[in-house]
């Protein structure tokens, strides 16, 4: 499964378990399409919402308050029956490692470099936000997507 370009609004099947308003289910690439269909169609997940949760976090570049919008929260039974409640973010795994200079000009070394600062201050801000909050948060990737 590539990432590709794919985008739009995504119509859940079952709407009551949709956290938020169920017109603007926006998906950005292939993969959190098909998050949405595996979030909409598992029945172990009790709700779930896609760019509904907004978490400040301090932006490294200009050192001022901005809004992360998280790509997911979900809520869903584990094997042992226990709800669990989790922030996902879908990212390719390339760009949860900090970028590597080889063979790039400098232009785009300055650009992953500061794209994986900003990325790095808001996982930072989830997952203290999930911890205040008795959740989880993690980054789901094309390596670990749906295992």
Do not use: C
């Not at 017109?23 to 997940?45: A, G, H, Q, Y």
């Not at 949760?53 to 001022?64: E, V």
């Not at 929260?73 to 900090?98: H, M, R, S």
Request: overall charge positive.
């Amino acid at each position: 499964m590539g990432k590709g370009f794919h985008q739009g609004v995504y119509t859940p099947k079952y709407p009551d378990k949709y956290i938020g308003d169920v017109t603007k289910i926006v998906f950005r690439s292939s993969w959190e399409l098909e998050m949405n269909k595996f979030l909409d169609n598992n029945p172990n997940i009790v709700e779930w919402a896609s760019e509904e949760l907004s978490i400040p976090y301090i932006k490294p570049t200009d050192g001022r308050v901005h809004k992360y919008f998280v790509d997911y929260y979900i809520k869903y039974f584990d094997k042992q029956g226990n709800v669990i409640k989790e922030l996902i973010e879908v990212k390719p795994e390339k760009q949860t490692k900090a970028p590597k200079r080889v063979g790039k000009n400098k232009r785009t070394q300055l650009y992953e470099q500061v794209t994986y600062a900003i990325n790095i201050a808001k996982w930072k801000a989830a997952t203290n936000f999930a911890n205040q909050h008795g959740m989880k948060f993690r980054i789901i990737t094309e390596k670990n997507m749906f295992r």
